[in-house]
């Protein structure tokens, strides 16, 4: 990645936060629970999923940061839904906590050395992992997201 490709992606990553409050405004909030299936996530499960992932990546960034050559933890998020019970969390508190996380990570990276970028962690599903890859994960994470959220409301919106 070149290093203008690589600010590009930090300053989209910067700012997801404002393009997440953004599209949830277009769904109603008394659909928010709705769940198209049993084993799909309603949309506030998937924000509530978004502060927790943020979680996860805040600590992995730092992890490529300050101790590059070890290990990162993964987590089964469909299992965390269910024994977090998602449903009954607060989405405010999940966007104000994603926010802050984002945030922070956002005022570490954008002014981090060439050679930071190449150190490594070890991911016990993805391999081993650059603080790029990191980037290129979670830059696109809450787009992903938005468009699984717009898939529900299209069910919901198809089934009324």
């Given amino acids: 990645m070149t290093g ?5 992606k930090i300053e989209s990553y910067g700012q997801a936060h404002h393009e997440l ?10 659909m928010w629970q709705f769940k ?11 924000v509530v999923h978004i502060a927790d992932s943020e979680a996860n990546s805040y600590i992995r960034c730092r992890r490529l940061i300050a101790e590059p050559g070890q290990a990162v933890l993964a987590y089964d998020e469909n299992r965390w ?3 977090l019970d998602y449903h009954a969390q607060s989405t405010d508190g999940a966007l104000e906590l994603f926010k802050w996380l984002r ?5 570490l990276i954008r002014n981090q ?3 930071v970028w190449a150190q490594t962690v070890l991911h016990p599903e993805n391999g081993t992992m650059t603080l790029d890859d990191w980037l290129d994960v979670y ?8 468009a699984q959220m717009q898939a529900v409301y299209a069910t919901w919106v198809a089934q009324r």
């Fill in 4 to 8: 203008e490709e690589r600010q590009a």
């Fill in 21 to 30: 409050v953004t599209a949830l405004g277009q769904f109603p909030a008394a």
């Fill in 36 to 46: 198209p299936d049993a084993d799909r996530w309603s949309i506030h499960e998937t």
């Fill in 81 to 83: 839904a269910t024994a």
């Fill in 103 to 107: 945030r922070q990570s956002y005022l």
């Fill in 113 to 115: 050395p060439a050679a």
């Fill in 139 to 146: 830059e696109r994470h809450v787009r992903e997201h938005v």
